[in-house]
């Protein structure tokens, strides 16, 4: 009914770039808020960031000012722009949407698969 689809991830050095995507399909009225979750080996997931339909962003502390999350809402995709990824940014990037189906009246979140980054030399 409703997938979420992530692509863009893989293995960089430390220093390095990635751009996650995400792109939503199925039977979509409207999404709210979009975003992106993270786990490490180990850990909780954790927010990586997020962003309202009207463009406002908030960023977990240890993301501020290397990643910029962006949304397109003709296409329903999210992006992730990841510079200087460090070692311990290696995780299961998860995106996530706040969406309303033809077939609900309320709106409820939905998950990607994931996409592994691994930050390493």
């Known amino acids: 009914q409703v997938q979420l689809k992530e692509s863009g991830g893989g293995l960089v050095q430390p220093g390095g770039s990635l751009t996650l995507s995400c792109v939503i399909s199925?039977?979509?009225?409207?999404?709210?808020?979009m975003g992106w979750y993270r786990q490490a080996p180990g850990k909780e997931r954790e927010l990586v960031a997020r962003?309202?339909?009207?463009?406002?962003?908030t960023y977990t502390d240890s993301m501020k000012g290397r990643f910029t999350i962006s949304r397109d809402n003709a296409e329903n995709t999210v992006y992730l722009q990841m510079n200087s990824l460090k070692p311990e940014d290696t995780a299961v990037y998860y995106c996530?949407?706040?969406?309303?189906?033809?077939?609900?009246?309320?709106?409820?979140?939905?998950w990607g698969q994931g996409t592994q980054v691994t930050v390493s030399s």
């Open positions: 962003i309202l339909r009207g463009g406002t962003t």
């Open positions: 996530y949407a706040d969406l309303m189906t033809r077939y609900s009246s309320t709106y409820d979140l939905y």
């Open positions: 199925g039977s979509i009225v409207s999404i709210n808020t």
